[in-house]
């Protein structure tokens, strides 16, 4: 029961909205996450999946994320993972240049999309409600030159403990923290995690490692698909909730599915999957230079 993708309303920065607010009504949309394609497979993305027994007052949603007929994943850019022409290459003594590099996205032989972001908005009180859980250390890699995994869903609190684990040292920066740290090999860093949006690992002045997205929500109703574009996420029964499927690649485009209420059973299994359908975005115009001004000597009459 999969339903199209729509436009966001409003950028990702609503992110910031729901950390004070706890979450979103049905009509706030919320960003969701990513993945990535290789020859050689990538770790999955970072993200907490339910398992075990079903809360009593909750429902468990399975379901795949998958692309639109038509549509294609966007990627990023040379520049966007640190490796344009201004920035040092991949080390020797690392893998060289694959396609996973610039598309975090994963796209099955079913269409099925891994490595996005899936989380849920509904009935503000519900989701009030939901226990804060405790805060988790999210383990986080530069493996073959690389930072992985590219997507962890998080909530303030948390940590990320990132080590470098390649032959070679980086720089090392994180949105929220303004230190530029140098992680030779085997050296850890932590990563404390104090506000909501998405926030992004990177490796700075020197050679690049890619990045790492970092989509911090203000309650754990969250999962990563993965390879497949399979997701499972308990939600609050009783009411309808909205299913949405992100990654920051995507922009103001996100897919979104609803759980009715008639469907919202405590304690129960539903099925449900997501379609994304993905809108190419415009090209920007050209820069064009603006006229010199006149001189003197070039005015009329001279």
């Known amino acids: 029961m ?28 919320v960003a969701a996450a990513a993945a990535t394609t290789s020859t050689q497979a990538p770790a999955e ?22 692309l639109a ?3 294609e994943l966007p990627e990023y850019t040379q520049a966007d993972i640190g490796r344009d022409a201004a920035r040092p290459g991949i080390p020797d003594a690392c893998s060289p240049a694959r396609a996973s590099d610039v598309n975090p996205m994963r796209l099955s ?5 891994g490595g996005v972001l ?16 405790t805060p988790r250390t999210i383990e986080m890699g530069i493996r073959d030159c690389r930072l992985d995994p590219t997507l962890v869903v998080a909530a303030v609190g948390d940590t990320i403990q ?20 140098a992680q030779a090999p085997e050296r850890a860093r932590r990563l404390e995690i104090i506000r909501a949006g998405v926030q992004r690992v990177e490796c700075t002045m020197a050679a690049g ?14 999962s990563v698909t993965d390879a497949e574009g399979r997701f499972e996420l308990d939600v609050p029964a009783g009411a309808e909730v909205v299913l949405h499927a992100w990654h920051p690649l995507l922009g103001r485009q996100e897919g979104e599915a609803r759980l009715t209420i008639d469907r919202a059973v405590a304690g129960q299994t539903q099925a449900l999957d997501i379609e994304l359908a993905v809108v190419p975005r415009p090209a920007n115009p050209a820069v064009v230079p603006a006229p010199a001004p006149a001189t003197p000597d070039s005015a009329p009459g001279h």
């Open 118 to 133: 899936v989380t849920a908005t509904g009935d503000v009180a519900r989701f009030q409600q939901l226990p804060a859980g």
């Open 162 to 181: 990132l080590t470098n684990h390649s032959p070679r040292a980086f720089i090392t920066n994180f949105t929220t923290d303004p230190v530029n740290e």
């Open 109 to 113: 032989n079913q269409r099925g999309v």
């Open 209 to 222: 490692c890619g990045r790492a997205e970092v989509v911090v929500l203000a309650h754990r109703v969250a």
């Open 2 to 29: 999969g339903l199209h993708a729509r436009v966001v309303t409003a950028s990702v920065g609503l992110l910031l909205v729901l950390g004070s607010a706890g979450c979103g009504s049905r009509d706030e949309p």
């Open 69 to 71: 007929a038509g549509s």
């Open 45 to 66: 993305a970072e993200a907490a999946s339910p398992g075990g027994a079903i809360a009593p007052n909750m429902v468990r949603v399975r379901g795949t994320v998958r």
